[in-house]
């Protein structure tokens, strides 16, 4: 399949009613959002939505996040809505932000991998909400890499992996916050967080004083245990390199790569002159976002480095760090070292 490459920062209207064109007639087009880049299908159409798996070489019970561009499309998606539900998108849409919610009847079986239950998010990156709006069909969209691959944060990192396998790359600018929504499920007893993302647990717990935060967040899953969301069972974002993610202060860490031989880091701003093994730095241990917005990028990045072990140090847990931590200790298949 040739996938056609969409320039949206010179020829922006073009771009955008061609990737509606495309998803109109059942087509898959990868779209830049707020986060990571999307793979977008019509939410209504079983084959297109059959059609992302396949791309993505995606688990089918790992069901995606259908995405609107009004409140009035909730409606259409979802079920039994709970007051709850409109106060949290008063307070974080659009954004980062994807609540679970009883499913509707029209969205396709397929998008929820066999769940009664729906995730909904309205993004607040311009594209891919005027996409949704001149198509007039919601877009169910999974990040667009390779399953198991870092997220894509560029339009190049969509083309690295899914070159020939999809329809569209609609080609935008970097993505500004770097690591998918924060996902709450508002469908159980209490509002529980799934995934954390650039929404903090500090800003949900203002409109939702009960969250719980799911235990899959910072842990690995035992065997049997079933996994409140699917995404969070699988091997994920992991970088060909040997990763290992590591705890402790900038002085531990710096002694610690440089005692190893043959290895990268991976390691903050503060500390990037003072070691002396390959390395990328992802940004300053003060600010959680800036880690966040490259996290996706350097675990890319780190396997044109050939080495066998990379070792990055791990964020502090605070804020958006809760996230940058969730996504680094899978990509390290969870081998943590605390110095
Ligand atoms: O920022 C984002 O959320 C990006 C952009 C493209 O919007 N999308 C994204 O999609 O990260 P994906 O498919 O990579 O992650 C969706 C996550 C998975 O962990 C999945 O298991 C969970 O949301 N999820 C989706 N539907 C669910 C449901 N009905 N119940 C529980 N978890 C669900
Ligand atoms: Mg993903």
């Given at each position: 399949m040739k996938t056609l490459k969409l320039d949206a920062v010179d020829n922006y209207d073009f771009a955008v009613k061609t990737a509606s064109e495309i998803l109109k007639n059942g087509g898959i087009v990868a779209v830049p959002t707020e986060t990571v880049y999307g793979l977008a299908a019509s939410a209504y159409s079983d084959d297109a939505i059959k059609a992302v798996f396949t791309a993505k070489g995606r688990p089918q019970d790992n069901p995606l996040i259908v995405h609107i561009?009004?409140?009035?499309m909730l409606r259409d998606i979802a079920r039994?809505?709970?007051?709850v539900a409109y106060e949290c998108a008063k307070a974080f849409w659009p954004g980062p932000f994807t609540m679970v919610l009883p499913k509707g009847e029209k969205i396709a079986k397929s998008v929820s991998g066999g769940l009664e239950t729906v995730a909904v998010r309205f993004p607040s990156e311009k594209t891919i909400c005027d996409i949704i709006s001149t198509s007039g069909i919601p877009l169910a969209a999974p990040?667009?890499?390779?399953?198991?691959?870092p997220s894509p944060t560029t339009a190049e990192h969509v083309i690295d992996d899914l070159k020939g396998k999809?329809?569209?790359?609609?080609?935008?600018?970097?993505?500004?916050?770097g690591v998918e929504s924060t996902v709450v499920s508002l469908v159980g007893e209490k509002p529980r967080l799934l995934r954390p993302g650039a929404v903090t647990v500090e800003q949900l717990r203002k409109v939702l004083p009960e969250l719980v935060i799911d235990d899959a967040v910072l842990e690995q899953l035992k065997d049997g245990e079933t996994a409140?969301?699917?995404?969070?069972?699988y091997k994920h974002y992991a970088p060909k390199t040997d990763a290992f993610l590591v705890e402790g202060c900038s002085n531990s860490f710096v002694n610690f790569v440089n005692s190893k031989d043959g290895c990268a880091a991976i390691c903050f701003s503060e500390e990037y002159y003072s070691i002396n093994v390959p390395k990328i730095c992802y940004g300053s241990k003060r600010d959680e976002s800036s880690l966040a917005q490259k996290v996706f990028s350097v675990l890319r990045d780190i396997d044109s480095f050939d080495v066998k072990e990379v070792y990055i140090h791990a964020p502090s847990k605070d804020g958006v760090g809760l996230a940058v931590y969730n996504r680094l200790i899978r990509a390290c298949g969870f081998k943590v070292i605390r110095l």
């Open positions: 561009s009004s409140l009035d039994d809505i709970p007051d990040s667009a890499n390779t399953s198991g691959r999809i329809d569209a790359v609609v080609m935008g600018k970097d993505c500004t916050v409140a969301s699917p995404g969070m069972k």
